[in-house]
C-alpha cells in the first residue's frame, strides 16, 4: 500500500503468520522491541487472535506489516490517536535479524511518518525507546526524530535497568 524504494508497507496476512510467530518467540527480537518480558506465543494463539480480528471485516487500521523482495520482515504501527492534539506513538519491529542494519526500518519509519503527517493531519509522532538500543535510535534520528526526555533506569531488561528515552517528531 505504501511504497518506498526498497520497503512496502501493508496489511498483514494470514499467510505471514508462521513467520511473525517466529519472530514472536526470538528472545533477542522481544527485547530489542522494548515493552514487557519475553513470552511465548503458540502459532495457534496468534492465528486466533488474527481471525478473531479479521472476522470483523473493516479495515486493519494503522498497522502494516513490511515487506522487502516480496518477503515479510516486521511489522510497524501507528497507535494512540489523540483526536484533539493530533498526535500517535509509532511502533516498529524487523523480526527477522538478516535484514537489521541494512536502511529498512530507517526507510518503513520514514513512509509511516509521512503517511501520518500526509493522510491523518497529525501534528506529532512519538515513540519510546530503550537507551541501549543504539540501533534503532539511530534509525529513528535519520527520519527526524530527537530525544525529548529519558527516564532514568525505567525499564528492567535482559537482567539489568536501561533508562527510557521519548523522542518525537513533529510536522514541519
Ligand atoms: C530498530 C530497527 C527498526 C532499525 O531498523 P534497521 O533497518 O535495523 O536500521 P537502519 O539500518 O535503518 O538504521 C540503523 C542505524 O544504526 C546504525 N547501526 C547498525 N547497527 C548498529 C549497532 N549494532 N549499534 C549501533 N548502531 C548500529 C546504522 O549505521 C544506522 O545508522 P546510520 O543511518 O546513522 O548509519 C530494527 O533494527 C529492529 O526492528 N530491531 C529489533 C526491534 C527493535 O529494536 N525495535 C525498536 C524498538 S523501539
Known sequence: MLRGTHVTLRAMRRGD????????????VELAGGGDPPLPQSLERLEAE???????????GTSFAIEVD???????ALF??????HRM???????????????????????????????????????????RNERAIRAYQACGFVEEGR??????SDGSYDDLVIMGVLRA
Open 89 to 131: 506513538e509509532l511502533g516498529i519491529t524487523i523480526g527477522d535479524q538478516n535484514y537489521w542494519g541494512k536502511g529498512y526500518g530507517s526507510e518503513a519509519v520514514q513512509l509511516l511518518v509521512d503517511y501520518g503527517f500526509r493522510h491523518h493531519n497529525l501534528h506529532r509522532i512519538f515513540l519510546e525507546v530503550h537507551a
Open 70 to 76: 516480496g518477503v515479510m520482515i516486521g511489522q510497524c
Open 151 to 156: 527516564l532514568r533506569q525505567h525499564v528492567w
Open 17 to 28: 503468520l508462521p513467520r511473525l510467530n517466529a519472530f514472536n518467540n526470538d528472545v533477542a
Open 80 to 85: 494512540n490517536l489523540h483526536p484533539v492534539a
Open 50 to 60: 488474527f481471525d478473531s480480528s479479521t472476522g470483523s471485516g473493516g479495515r486493519d
